[in-house]
């Protein structure tokens, strides 16, 4: 919507100054305009708001009801008939609806310079601003309140009178002043000059309590100092009190102090006085500090500076660490000295120019459902460094100490890009250990090693399902032909269908545990390959180590071959050792042939 509109303004009476007439004038003006909307005059009823505001619109003068200050909007809307884009309206008349403030005399001595501000609503669009605001000038009749002609009726003239309108001349006659009202003031003297044979106690109307002693006395209203300063000595316990006791300024042993009775205080930048808490009058709030103890500082670039107090000047181009700034800038908070040394973006992101925290003890405590501590880092980067200090033991001397509690939590988890040479968990150790599992590794995919030493166990096993009743480790066992996929306990010699032995006798473990999840599972380890002990049979002669052993009739056990060409596919191994008795276990490296 656009909405052009012409006024013509015309006073017809004198709201200021002195004329020679002596009846009393309506605060009124009559206001003429004319309102288009979207390129058609506006015909129907309006509703308009009206205010009279100086040059720069933040102070306004008049408003038809009297809400308006600072130039804003009034509340209430004056209806007015509207024909082919024409209205006329008198500004100030009391009788019509809305318009409840009559124009004051006083509107038009703060400045020569006054606005009419008008809004206009069409009942469609809404209330708008109607640009620009419209100067007043004054009609012929009313230039002739400029000048003063003819006799002065009293009570004529109000407020001051310029000594540019008495004219050059001197009064060299005697001014008798009439002292008939004790309130009535004789006049002003405004040079430089003494002036003797006056009575003190009708200055300026007042008597001579008006007038404030040296000590003792308290003054009312507003005192100008000009260039001057005040100077309250050298004594303790001075204080200004504003409003009251519970505000003001004062001085205590080697403090001076402010109180606030609310717990506010403020700093405005421009602006005009208003009484509202916080309200810097059109100016700028640069920092307050509320009843909470939480100080505000606002601003494009707000923020502290903390200098080295041993520096004796403030330093405006300091080096690295001869300053720090804490500021907020583009919507980040940012420590500075020389560069930004730590940002901390709107989204809780945390960037340092270098290691994050250097703490003795707990660095990060991190709580909730969320990440509790989460690094990315780009290019050659490193998201998370951490250095251990002296001494050993898991937790003690860790760089990175990691430990869930909850159920299936995880300690670390790591995440890897897409790439060959990406890791997610990268470790190097040139004497000692990269990486130490204290219980059982999984892992879904490929392991790739360079050499694999195992120190927990001696032999190669999968696991299988086991047919007979007897499962002791250190039994022979053979293929169930009976049940396909399964094992049995041996119990013939020279058993051609001989497989391998229950592992983890004598404390021997398997080192390899080959296993497919899902498919190929079963009741215990066997070993197919590596060292594992063996229950002996000696009934078919003593074993020595380099034995060939083969399956016996005593089941599950082991006996040294003697007929080599019956034992062709039915070789466990070869004995590393003899067996402790006739029935006892024997060590084996196990060879399937």
Request: charged content about 15%; aromatic content about 8%; overall charge neutral.
């Amino acid at each position: 919507m656009r909405i052009r509109f012409s006024c013509c303004l015309t006073i017809l009476v004198v709201l200021f100054g002195l004329a020679s007439a002596r009846a009393q004038v309506p605060q009124i003006i009559n206001y003429q305009g004319r309102v288009v909307v979207d390129k058609t005059n506006f015909t129907g009823t309006g509703k308009f708001k009206f205010a009279l505001v100086i040059t720069t619109g933040i102070v306004t003068q008049w408003s038809n009801d009297g809400t308006s200050s600072s130039g804003s909007e009034p509340t209430s809307a004056v209806s007015l008939q509207v024909v082919n884009g024409l209205y006329s309206v008198l500004l100030g008349d009391t009788s019509i609806p809305n318009m409840t403030q009559p124009i004051p005399i006083s509107a038009f001595t703060f400045s020569s310079d006054i606005r009419l501000r008008v809004w206009f609503n069409d009942g469609v669009h809404g209330f708008q601003l109607l640009s620009p605001d419209q100067r007043i000038a004054a009609t012929p009749w009313a230039m002739v309140a400029a000048k003063v002609t003819g006799d002065v009726a009293a009570g004529q003239i109000t407020g001051l009178l310029p000594a540019s309108q008495l004219g050059g001349g001197t009064i060299t006659g005697t001014v008798t002043f009439a002292n008939s009202s004790p309130s009535a003031a004789p006049f002003a003297v405004s040079n430089s000059n003494k002036v003797g044979s006056l009575n003190c106690d009708l200055l300026d109307g007042f008597d001579s309590t008006a007038f404030v002693k040296r000590a003792g006395d308290t003054m009312t209203g507003n005192l100008a100092m000009g260039t001057f300063g005040v100077s309250f000595g050298a004594e303790t316990r001075q204080m200004i009190d504003l409003y009251n006791t519970s505000y003001g300024i004062g001085i205590q042993n080697s403090t001076l102090y402010e109180r606030s009775s609310g717990g506010n205080f403020a700093w405005f930048r421009g602006g005009v006085h208003s009484d509202n808490a916080f309200d810097p009058g059109g100016g700028l709030l640069t920092m307050r500090l509320d009843g909470n103890g939480e100080l505000h500082v606002a601003g494009a670039v707000a923020g502290f500076s903390l200098q080295n107090r041993q520096s004796t000047s403030y330093v405006t181009t300091p080096t690295a660490g001869e300053r720090w700034d804490a500021f907020v800038s583009g919507g980040v908070y940012r420590l500075w000295s020389g560069t930004d040394k730590l940002t901390i973006d709107i989204n809780g992101k945390i960037t340092a120019a270098s290691a994050l925290f250097s703490v003795t003890g707990t660095a990060v405590t991190a709580t909730g459902t969320g990440r509790g501590l989460e690094a990315s880092a780009t290019g050659a980067g490193i998201a998370v460094r951490a250095i251990d200090g002296t001494g050993g033991g898991a937790q003690t001397s860790s760089g990175v100490y990691a430990e869930s509690t909850q159920s299936d939590g995880n300690g670390v988890v790591a995440v890897a890009n897409n790439g060959t040479d990406a890791y997610a968990i990268w470790g190097k150790s040139t004497s000692g250990y990269a990486g130490v599992f204290d219980g059982k590794l999984k892992v879904n995919g490929t392991a790739f090693v360079g050499a694999l030493t195992i120190t927990g166990g001696a032999d190669v096993a999968e696991p299988f399902k086991i047919s007979s009743k007897n499962k002791q480790r250190g039994s022979v066992l053979v293929i169930d032909e009976e049940q396909p996929g399964h094992l049995t306990e041996s119990t013939q010699p020279y058993d051609k269908r001989v497989a391998g032995v229950i592992s983890g006798a004598n404390g021997v473990r398997p080192g390899i545990k080959l296993q497919q999840d899902g498919v190929m599972e079963g009741d215990e380890y066997v070993a197919l390959s590596g060292r594992v002990y063996v229950r002996a049979d000696t009934g078919n002669g003593k074993i020595k180590p380099g034995d060939l052993l083969t399956t016996s009739s005593r089941p599950g056990c082991a006996m040294r071959v003697t007929e080599h060409e019956r034992a062709q596919g039915a070789i466990i191994g070869k004995a590393m050792s003899e067996p402790s008795d006739p029935e006892g276990y024997v060590l084996v490296l196990v060879t399937l042939q």
